[in-house]
């Protein structure tokens, strides 16, 4: 199977491309430039993709990785802004020309992975609220829009993985963690990606505008 | 002096908190006491001038004022303005915000960049330029108009409903950051509403949306200006989003 990961430079896309990799799948990569660079243009790129007459059937848009709200806003919030607003029109532009790709075809599954910004509580890991929550609305209108093309999208809500932070900045969390388990255990990365991977191999996929937690205790997905 | 400050406060839900903290002014309760009310329009003018004189009329300190936030030389601007001004804004209600309902997938990325600009960007840069006059006027409050689009989805307002929970994220990230300043940040997130925004739209627009509510009908502006309201005075309520949907049952 044909696959394409937007952003594909974290750990938790490394650990799902090797996956996919080991189970046989093509798997194209596609990096969010950095802030100073050109804007990636997601039109161009399917279409000249759907050129060779091939269509993508998962999509995976990873905004876990590359940008941490809760820093930048705290040590430039105008730089932040900037930042803030290419990450959200390249989420909807992703969503947008991916869709249309997959709706000509014979559709397809995009699947939009966010962190959970709740734990960043606790530990350094990344914390993207205004990204998570604008993703989430949009998965949401989306799937409504898309589904009678047989293209199907979903937004896994995913725990930081173990690999976040390293093992004495858990364990000096573990206190705070109560609220997810009393006993909170971090997945690894290689973990949480069974899921994903599982669900994209679905023969027959049920579910879309969903939003879907992934990792050990609550994580929050509804308000 | 200290303002309050209400974008888009002249036509529909906006116009319904500004008369609402109006009464609040001529009660004289403490955290809208002495203050001036500041409402913004972005194009028109003459409805803006007519509400200030309706304002006037009733004794209300108050001032229009033109601000567009989809351009950042008008929120700067308008920023400069204030500062100027004002010794401190008690209250930042963020109401304004457009819409461009229509399919997704055929949208012109322009009108998609436009919304974003506007709704999300434009609103969070107004707020963080205004922060060190907000944080001069504690306790003060900073409420966001999200929307239940932006909870729910909507098909046909991809873009909208992202700038809504765009900004749904934000007063989480913004009360995070804020800590215990004495800064109260909230959104409220209005289902259908009777304004010009959705008069226009055809009843199979709505009706659906509406009979799967509790209430099947829709809101009037006050409803959302009455929770408004409950957010402007010190508490327990911090960094959440209220609905004022007519009960959506999802």
Redo the contacts between chains.
């Keep these: 199977m044909l696959y394409l990961i937007v952003n594909g430079g974290g750990v938790i896309s490394k650990s799902l491309i090797d996956q996919l990799e080991k189970a046989s799948h093509e798997v194209h990569t596609l990096r969010l430039p950095n802030v100073d660079d050109s804007a990636l243009d997601f039109k161009s790129y399917f279409e000249t993709f759907a050129k060779s007459g091939r269509c993508y059937k998962n999509i995976f848009i990873d905004l876990t990785h590359g940008f941490n709200e809760i820093n930048v806003f705290n040590n430039d919030a105008l730089k932040a802004i900037f930042e803030l607003e290419r990450r959200i029109k390249e989420m909807l532009s992703a969503l947008k020309y991916g869709a249309q790709h997959m709706a000509r075809s014979d559709g397809g599954r995009i699947w939009v992975l966010c962190l959970d910004h709740s734990v960043s509580m606790s530990i350094g890991s990344a914390s993207n609220p205004v990204t998570n929550y604008a993703a989430m609305a949009a998965v949401q209108c989306v799937a409504k829009e898309v589904m009678h093309f047989d293209v199907m999208v979903n937004l896994f809500l995913i725990h930081p993985p173990r690999e976040e932070a390293d093992s004495a900045e858990w364990r000096k969390a573990k206190n705070n963690l109560h609220p997810y388990g009393l006993k909170y255990k971090p997945q690894s990365a290689a973990h949480l990606c069974e899921t994903l991977h599982l669900y994209s191999e679905l023969k027959n996929l049920t579910t879309t505008g969903a939003l879907i937690p992934l990792g050990s205790g609550i994580a929050i997905a509804n308000i | 002096m200290k303002a309050v400050i209400i974008t888009g406060g002249t036509r529909g839900i906006g116009r319904a908190i500004a008369d609402a903290i109006a009464d609040k002014m001529l009660a004289k309760e403490p955290e809208v006491d002495g203050v001036r009310l500041v409402v913004t329009y972005r194009s028109q003018a003459v409805h803006a001038k007519a509400f200030l004189a309706a304002l006037h009329a009733r004794g209300v300190a108050a001032e229009a004022l033109s601000l567009d936030l989809s351009s950042i030389s008008s929120v700067e601007s308008f920023v400069c303005y204030v500062r100027k001004s004002f010794s401190g804004i008690r209250a930042l209600i963020n109401n304004a915000g457009s819409t461009d309902d229509g399919?997704?997938?055929t949208?012109a990325?322009d009108a998609?960049?436009r919304l974003?600009?506007t709704n999300?960007?434009g609103t969070?840069?107004l707020t963080?330029l205004l922060l060190p006059l907000i944080k001069d006027a504690t306790p003060a409050f900073i409420v966001f108009m999200a929307s239940a689009?932006?909870?729910?989805?909507?098909?046909?307002?991809?873009?909208y409903?992202?700038?809504?929970?765009?900004l749904?994220?934000?007063t989480?990230?913004l009360a995070?950051?804020l800590k215990k300043q004495g800064i109260f940040v909230n959104a409220v997130?209005p289902g259908f509403i009777a304004t010009d925004m959705v008069a226009n739209l055809a009843p199979m627009m709505f009706e659906p949306t509406l009979n799967s509510t509790s209430l099947g009908s829709m809101g009037e502006p006050v409803d959302v200006a009455h929770v408004v309201c409950g957010l402007l005075k010190p508490g327990y309520v911090q960094a959440?989003?209220i609905?004022v949907d007519g009960g959506f049952l999802r």
């Design positions: 399919s997704f997938l949208k990325d998609i960049d974003v600009g999300l960007i969070i840069r963080e689009a932006g909870i729910y989805g909507k098909a046909g307002q991809v873009p409903a992202t700038t809504k929970g765009g749904i994220g934000y989480q990230l995070r950051r997130a959440t989003t609905k």
